[in-house]
């Protein structure tokens, strides 16, 4: 079973960048989507976006083109950048293998706050 | 207010069965597979179910799947007080052209 583990800074000012590695072993990324999600505190799930080891990308228009998602295979990792950040993006950041997300990282808090 | 909906929260009793709906449009559940995803207390969301009705590797067959035009069910039997958790249905939209997820819904075991 493939293995997932986020990283990255737990606080974020408004209006900077936000960025997230996400580690992966046990598996190939050469043959799959990897898919980042987030969870704001008390709330539901919300998918930020997949890209393909390959190339295709897909992100949430919601998210109106912050959203920056790269595979690098050779490290075993993908990353996950979000610009003009608000309090509103405050969330659990969680990423997962798959369209269908068969595998999730454990998350990881971030807070956008002065 | 999400795409997929789902009722807020249901009940049972241990060794009773529940079922969770999640109602959707022709955009998405309608034309799309289904997943359902288990998040329990402080923990990842976990796939339960994936392509409508099938279940990955260690999913018990307690947890089952269906869909019937713009909804689709989750089933569980033989309710464990270990199955307290929230449930989140998930599919793809096709004319937004986003994975959707539902409200979520929280399982009390009583």
């Known amino acids: 079973q493939v293995q997932l583990q986020e990283s990255g800074p737990g606080l974020v000012k408004p209006s900077e960048t936000l960025s997230l590695i996400c580690s992966v072993s046990?598996?190939?990324?050469?043959?799959?989507?990897w898919t980042w999600i987030r969870q704001p505190p008390g709330k539901g799930l919300e998918w930020i976006g997949y890209k393909f080891y390959s190339g295709t990308t897909n992100s949430n228009p919601s998210l109106n083109s912050r959203v920056t998602i790269s595979v690098d295979t050779s490290k075993n990792q993908f990353s996950l950048k979000l610009t003009s950040v608000t309090a509103a993006d405050t969330a659990v950041y969680y990423c997962a293998r798959g369209v269908e997300m068969a595998d999730w990282g454990q998350g990881t808090l971030v807070t956008v706050s002065p | 207010q999400s795409v997929l909906t789902q009722p807020p929260s249901v009940s049972a009793a241990p060794g009773q069965k529940v079922t969770i709906s999640c109602s959707g449009s022709?955009?998405?559940?309608?034309?799309?597979?289904v997943s359902w995803y288990q998040q329990l207390p402080g923990t990842a969301p976990k796939l339960l179910i994936y392509d409508t009705t099938k279940r990955p590797s260690g999913i018990p067959d307690r947890f089952s799947g269906s869909k019937s035009g713009t909804s689709a069910t989750l089933g569980i039997t033989g309710l464990q007080t270990g199955d307290e958790a929230d449930y989140y249905c998930?599919?793809?939209?096709?004319?937004?052209?986003?994975?959707?997820f539902g409200g979520g819904t929280k399982l009390t075991v009583l």
């Open positions: 998930g599919t793809w939209d096709s004319s937004l052209s986003v994975w959707v």
């Open positions: 046990g598996g190939a990324m050469n043959t799959d989507y």
């Open positions: 022709s955009s998405n559940i309608g034309n799309n597979y």
